[in-house]
């Protein structure tokens, strides 16, 4: 999947809205604001790296695990 992603910038931009409007809305249903413990380029990256490391992964899967890391390390830092 990943590969197809990196082939094509009109794929890669499609797929990067969907990730940050999801976890935008999961941060907005749990009003906590793990965006502000990284920038979209490190979220971007840690969801590939999770891609590259499962390739059978989906964006889906690899976006809900970045989330819960934000969120565990927020919650963490209260």
Same mark, same amino acid.
């Given at each position: 999947m990943l590969s197809n992603i990196?082939? !094509?910038k009109? &794929?890669?931009d499609s797929y990067s809205q969907w990730v940050f409007g999801f976890m935008s809305s999961l941060?907005?249903?749990h *009003? +906590?604001?793990v965006f502000d413990l *990284?920038?979209?380029e490190e979220i971007w990256l840690a &969801? !590939?790296?999770i891609c590259e490391k499962n390739p059978? +992964?989906?964006v889906f899967e690899a976006s809900s695990v970045v989330y819960l890391q934000l969120l565990e390390i927020l919650l963490n830092k209260k």
């Amino acid at each position: 999947m990943l590969s197809n992603i990196r082939k !094509e910038k009109d &794929i890669k931009d499609s797929y990067s809205q969907w990730v940050f409007g999801f976890m935008s809305s999961l941060a907005l249903v749990h *009003s +906590q604001p793990v965006f502000d413990l *990284s920038n979209p380029e490190e979220i971007w990256l840690a &969801i !590939e790296t999770i891609c590259e490391k499962n390739p059978k +992964q989906h964006v889906f899967e690899a976006s809900s695990v970045v989330y819960l890391q934000l969120l565990e390390i927020l919650l963490n830092k209260k």
